[in-house]
Nanobody, 126 residues
Framework: QVQLVESGGGLVQTGGSLRLSCVGS????????MGWFRQAPGKEREYVAG???????????HLADSVKGRFTISRDNTKNTVYLQMNSLKPEDTAVYYC????????????????WGQGTQVTVSS
């Protein structure tokens, strides 16, 4: 089973940018659908973005309405890595960001993801 490790979180001012990375190891990566979720203090975890194993079609990428126009998701299967580029960050984007992998599903349902990373903290100051 693949293991996932996120990185790239940190403290940034409103309007700034960060790029999160999620590296997979231990198993085949390029047949996995990948998702990014986030959990803010006191709130439930929410879906942010997802990408199919082959991202060449527009239907293979999802973005939550709250991040459309600001975030982009991409992947490089040669590096076993999925990215979340976050631009125009807002204080409400502050959360722990998790990547997740699924062998069978792409979408917002957490329970259908098979593997999770440990999370990386993103803090946006006002």
């Amino acid at each position: 089973q693949v293991q996932l490790v996120e990185s790239g979180g940190g403290l940034v001012q409103t309007g700034g940018s960060l790029r999160l990375s999620c590296v997979g190891s231990g198993s085949t990566f390029d047949n996995l659908a990948m998702g990014w979720f986030r959990q803010a203090p006191g709130k439930e975890r929410e879906y942010v973005a997802g990408i199919a194993w082959n991202d060449w079609s527009s239907s293979g990428k999802h973005l939550a309405d709250s991040v459309k126009g600001r975030f982009t998701i991409s992947r490089d299967n040669t590096k076993n890595t999925v990215y979340l580029q976050m631009n125009s960050l807002k204080p409400e984007d502050t959360a722990v960001y998790y990547c997740a992998a699924s062998y069978t599903y792409l979408g917002p349902q957490e329970s259908r993801y098979d593997v999770w990373g440990q999370g990386t903290q993103v803090t946006v100051s006002s």
